[in-house]
């Protein structure tokens, strides 16, 4: 038996942001990214409140990879406010810190449950808005924790293509990587089924029709409602199945060396991908089916695909070319970090991702040496 959680409203489309004028008379504690208070975006929501005799009070230390301390400033101040509604405004990182700041203030201070909580992403990659996790920074230990629990999903979220407009192309690039290697862990997860593979494919082929789109003009709103529609069926596919060693060690290396989140995964993708199709191999017969499902998107994507092999070589050659078209970094060198960097931290790098909760879901069961490989390559 299988459960299925489909808890988080969503409310989709060029203007959804009007959905906040439903809320009246509420005391509103607003979680957002530093950017989208500089930007003059927060006000789009304030403005919205506002008109509506709504008390709000925003809270914006945000900071990428957040960590517990600004988990913890934030509960104190959502315990002083004790609002009825909590909005989180801004990417992943705001969107995780709001997610743990409500957690907490639940566990430990016994608020209530019934506080509403609206996630509205203006970033097109984590789908954090309907995933039961949080990925939280322990800055002393130099390790990323994904919490996981149901309580963590968001009651409602808002996909308004109007609020990724402004995000530059380097983020939209490692953004939308970080959505297709989402789709993909999920889509080879041990865990996967028909629900997830029908959300995972979909949010493939909106990558590869429509990123490079938003990469070259940011203000081609057909092209950006699409990725971010992509982003979020990803994320319910990945809460659905899981993901996989790709994530385990991107976790490990953005503690260590805070490069962004999207980009960690997309330096780690095809060699992932090679590794879980043991493209050397196929004799076990695990391995032969994650093969198969490569090579079943790559032909579903009309990539060439005579057999697995050749599925499993396009689908990567395709990848290499759509991270070529949007100028991404090749390698960890091309991201400011030396050999003897990596070499430094590669056993803590490897222990973290072996134990992180998302290598639990890898169609391969990684040994130390598979992870070093993978990292090395
Ligand atoms: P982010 O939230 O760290 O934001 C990246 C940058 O984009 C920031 O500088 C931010 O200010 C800027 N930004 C945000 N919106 C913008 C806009 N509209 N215009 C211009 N700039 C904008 O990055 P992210 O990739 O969205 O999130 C990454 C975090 O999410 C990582 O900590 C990662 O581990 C986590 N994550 C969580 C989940 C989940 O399910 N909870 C899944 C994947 C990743």
């Not at 808890?7 to 060029?14: D, E, V």
């Not at 975006?41 to 957040?66: A, K």
């Not at 913890?72 to 315990?79: D, H, N, R, S, Y």
């Not at 090749?330 to 998302?358: F, V």
Request: glycine fraction near 6%.
């Amino acid at each position: 038996m299988e459960e299925i959680s489909l808890r988080t409203k969503l409310n989709i489309g060029a203007n959804s942001l009007d959905s906040l004028l439903k809320i009246t008379g509420q005391k509103v504690f607003i979680i957002a990214d530093p950017f989208i208070v500089q930007s003059g975006i927060v006000s789009e929501v304030t403005n919205r409140l506002h008109s509506n005799h709504n008390e709000y009070l925003i809270f914006s230390d945000i900071i990428p990879d957040p960590p517990i301390e600004t988990v913890t400033i934030g509960v104190k101040a959502l315990q002083e406010f004790y609002p009825s509604v909590l909005i989180a405004i801004g990417g992943g990182s705001a969107i995780d810190t709001a997610k743990a700041i409500k957690e907490f203030s639940i566990r430990l201070f016994k608020q209530e449950n019934d506080l509403k909580f609206i996630a509205i992403p203006t970033t097109s990659g984590t789908g954090s808005e309907v995933t039961s996790f949080s990925v939280i920074t322990d800055q002393e230990k130099h390790v990323k924790y994904p919490l996981i629990a149901d309580s963590l999903l968001p009651d409602e979220a808002i996909l308004d293509p109007n609020l990724v407009i402004s995000v530059p192309p380097v983020i939209t690039a490692d953004t939308g990587l970080d959505v297709l290697t989402h789709a993909l862990e999920a889509y080879v997860s041990t865990n996967a089924n028909d629900f997830s593979d029908a959300l995972a494919e979909k949010a493939f082929q909106l990558i590869f029709d429509y990123l490079l789109r938003c990469y070259n003009n940011g203000k081609d709103i057909e092209a950006r409602e699409k990725v971010h529609y992509a982003s979020c069926l990803a994320g319910m596919a990945f809460n659905i199945a899981g993901l996989g060693v790709n994530h385990g060690i991107a976790h490990a290396c953005g503690a260590q060396f805070h490069i962004p989140h999207g980009r960690m995964n997309a330096l780690l993708l095809t060699a992932v991908i090679e590794y879980n199709a043991d493209l050397k191999g196929f004799s076990n017969s695990t391995q032969t089916l994650t093969a198969q499902k490569y090579a079943q998107l790559a032909k579903k994507s009309g990539f060439s695909s005579s057999n697995i092999r050749s599925g499993v070589t396009s689908l990567i050659q395709h990848i290499q070319q759509l991270k070529k078209d949007l100028n991404m970094p090749q390698n960890l060198r091309a991201c400011g970090l030396t050999y003897e960097q990596l070499m430094k931290s590669l056993e803590t790098i490897t222990e973290a991702a072996l134990k992180d909760g998302c290598t639990k879901a890898n169609p391969r069961l990684p040994t130390t040496n598979d992870i070093e490989a993978i990292v090395k390559q």
